[in-house]
């Protein structure tokens, strides 16, 4: 995805310099074998081009239209995401208090308990992440591609993804956000993601049980880890990656995770 306002000529090079090159070099080795061996062969009549030319044309429109149907509904589940997020942090910085508590607790605690909820989240968006950049059977990119090629698209992922696609990234992230013991028990679930969010509902339970939190907000709490499944289920169903929507996701490195916590007042 393009989160970019504005494509400049230098963007449009760094991206397909490659193929500048070996096009107008392929086609001058073929003109000139053409012209001075005389290879007549290569010959091709101009009634099979047009025909050819003019399937390509409607493939090409289709595609078009398809690729900007993925890229919206891209926008529209990273939107959401983001907006979710935002809420997250704005609610359980509101909500969980001593407000219903006859025995408060000191707001060194509450702080505790709010950077907890939210470095969670974040966490959370790390390992989707991670997950959805996993190749689908039917991909078989890891397996296709080996030698100098499969180094050439590494390079080319890590230059233009941002350098973030690497699953030691979202480890070393995850270290900085989670518990040691919560870390080490959520990383062996197949679903990782999941089970972050089903803690974040368990942490829940134990605020309304200690008056943190009342019975609506719990619930108004608990309806914005729903939102959070319901984000995951389609982004997953979509088969949409993070390197096609999530360039620039709002947690993608320490320093915006540090920034995006002093928002909400949660000094990493």
Known sequence: MI??????????????????????????????????????????PWLPLSIMGTAVAFYIGFKNNSAYDRLWEARKIWGA???????????????????????????????????????????????????????????????????????????????FGIGMLGEEVTRKELN?????????KVINFQNTATQLIDNQSQEL????????IDDFRHMELQQVLNDFYTHQEVSAAASIRFDEFCLRFPFHHPAAVRNDSRIHGIEP
């Open 3 to 44: 989160v970019k306002k504005n494509i400049n000529l230098w963007g449009i090079i760094s991206f397909s310099w490659f193929h500048m090159i070996w096009l107008p070099l392929w086609a001058l080795i073929m003109a000139t074998v053409y012209h001075y061996f005389h290879f007549e062969w290569m010959k091709i």
């Open 81 to 159: 995401i983001v907006n979710s997020s935002r809420m997250w942090g704005t609610i359980v910085k509101g909500f969980v208090g001593n407000q219903f508590n006859d025995a408060p607790q000191s707001e060194a605690e509450i702080s505790a308990v709010h950077k907890r909820l939210i470095y969670r989240h974040i966490a959370w968006l790390y390992v989707l992440r991670d997950q959805l950049l996993i190749p689908t059977q039917w991909e078989h990119l890891r397996d296709s591609h080996t030698g100098w090629v499969k180094r050439f698209f590494d390079s080319r992922k890590n230059r």
């Open 176 to 184: 900085l956000l989670l518990e040691k013991k919560e870390l080490e």
């Open 205 to 212: 339970k134990k605020l309304r049980k200690n008056h943190l």
